[in-house]
């Protein structure tokens, strides 16, 4: 079909600041991995996702994680839940990662070494019939420590997708592991490598729809921040991700080539 007579498809990244979402760098990983321009890139906050407009044509709805380790996304996104649910099942995609993946599940556990535990069994958005469980132990970070920059470190993740079968260490914030209830399947793309091969980003149908939830941030890559002091932490977590940097985008791609695939089969001309 010409370009110029092509619907345009959205993918819509919650961004809302007062609800502490930590968006970049998805608008630039998206827009290298979706160069198409009927594909739009927009970010959202907790008004633009009331609206049932919203969701016609989408592409994707994508939950980021957070700044901090405290989240809200209870009482920001919790509202639209209903929306987002029934655009998942009739033929949606949703995308999650770290705490966004964490809000996807019907349970959260927060247990870090550093601070009490944090539990959530309602209002979550509930995609994933199970616990979302994390940090990894010794591998989260205290996102107050001022020797980090917003808790970044690393994991190693086992990835296995079709005949992409590598090792790689991807940007790390404290996120989840999945701990399914019965009868929920999940497809697991990656496991933490020193986190007892527990999973770290799996996929699974939700009715007529796709979803990819990740512990990890694999749209995270080794470009510094820009406009922040030095972080003697942070340049040794590029000094580790940088080396895996193409096999980190050839990763990503695939993931988003996984939610393009199925936005045809379901009828959507992207």
Known sequence: MPSSLRKIARVAIYADRLSKASPSPLDQEMRRSFPDPSIVIERVDQHDIKRASLYQDMLMFVLPGIEGESSVYHEHVGPSNALIRDYVAKGGRFFGQCAGACYAASAVRFT???APMKQRDAGLLGLFNGMAHGPIPGLG?????PRYYRGLTHANITLELGDYNHTIPLVYTSGPTFIPNSGQPMNIIGRYMDGEDKPAIISFD???GFVVLSGPVPQNGA????GIAQFQTLDALFDVIRPYEAQRMQFFDMLMRMFKNHARMKGLTV
């Open 112 to 114: 870090p070494e550093w």
């Open 141 to 145: 970070v205290d996102g107050e420590d």
């Open 206 to 208: 939700y009715g007529h």
């Open 223 to 226: 470009t510094p921040p820009t």
